[in-house]
């Protein structure tokens, strides 16, 4: 009975054993299947992060370039309006219209 009892416990011993690799061995598993999730998922957040402020970025500088066009043409239609108006106060009508009209054009011409 002995000899049947040290095979039983050598086969229960055995059973553990391999119940504790087994367990051992499928946690191992699921920490690098997490583990390699994490990371396709964190590389993921990453380009989309980028991606955004890029195009964020992008909008801005749009958004700044229309802003200077459109200042630089107020500033222009300002200025242009300016000179006629200084033009049409310089050179009033003194030696008939005609002469007039056309130094008043050659100067417009010469002013843009």
Same mark, same amino acid.
């Given at each position: 009975? @002995? !000899?049947?009892? @040290?095979? *039983? #416990? +050598? *086969?229960?011993?055995?059973?553990?054993? %391999?119940?504790?690799?087994?367990? +051992?061995?499928?946690?191992?598993?699921?920490?690098?299947?997490? /583990? !390699?999730?994490?990371?396709? $998922?964190?590389?993921?957040? $990453?380009?989309? /992060?980028? @991606?955004?402020?890029?195009?964020?970025?992008?909008?801005?500088?749009? !958004?700044? %370039?229309?802003?200077? #066009? /459109?200042?630089?043409?107020?500033?222009?239609?300002?200025?242009?309006?300016?000179?006629?108006?200084?033009?049409?106060?310089? +050179?009033?009508?003194?030696?008939?219209?005609? $002469?007039?009209?056309?130094? +008043?054009? #050659?100067? @417009?011409?010469?002013?843009?």
């Amino acid at each position: 009975m @002995s !000899r049947k009892a @040290s095979f *039983i #416990n +050598f *086969i229960q011993l055995w059973a553990i054993v %391999f119940l504790i690799v087994v367990g +051992f061995s499928i946690i191992v598993l699921d920490i690098t299947v997490s /583990y !390699r999730d994490f990371n396709v $998922r964190a590389e993921q957040m $990453r380009a989309g /992060y980028i @991606s955004r402020q890029k195009e964020m970025v992008k909008q801005e500088v749009n !958004r700044v %370039f229309s802003m200077v #066009n /459109y200042e630089k043409g107020q500033s222009e239609a300002v200025t242009k309006e300016g000179v006629l108006e200084e033009l049409l106060l310089t +050179f009033p009508n003194v030696n008939g219209w005609k $002469r007039s009209c056309s130094r +008043f054009a #050659n100067l @417009s011409r010469l002013a843009f």
